[in-house]
């Protein structure tokens, strides 16, 4: 699960509670979360210090990742099977839900 953010970005902050407790709840099944942002490497290891986030924090500096999923809205959630297959992409804050079940549901196929 690719999870696209930025430290200034409100609804991606309120977000990562819910990402943490994805990556803690489903490791064993093989889920690994990884939350990817195009700021200054000093920015994102500072907020990933101070929020203590227990998922992989990827800097995405040249913008590649960024393009090639294309993020035009933040946050944005993208959900990759085991075969390098997107099967979801999921917009905005307050998704939780529908991530966890989604999640479940690529894990259990």
Aim: glycine share 8%; hydrophobic share 45%.
């Amino acid at each position: 699960m690719l999870d696209f953010w930025a430290t200034w970005c409100a609804p991606c902050v309120t977000s990562m509670p819910a990402m943490d407790k994805l990556q803690s709840a489903h490791a064993d099944r093989g889920l690994r979360v990884i939350g990817v942002s195009t700021e200054d490497a000093d920015d994102i290891l500072a907020f990933a210090n101070a929020h203590k986030l227990g998922y992989t924090i990827a800097r995405d500096g040249d913008d590649q990742v960024w393009k090639a999923y294309g993020v035009g809205a933040i946050p944005m959630v993208v959900l990759i099977d085991k075969t390098g297959t997107v099967r979801d992409v999921l917009f905005g804050a307050g998704r939780d839900d529908q991530i966890e079940t989604a999640v479940t549901k690529l894990l259990d196929e």
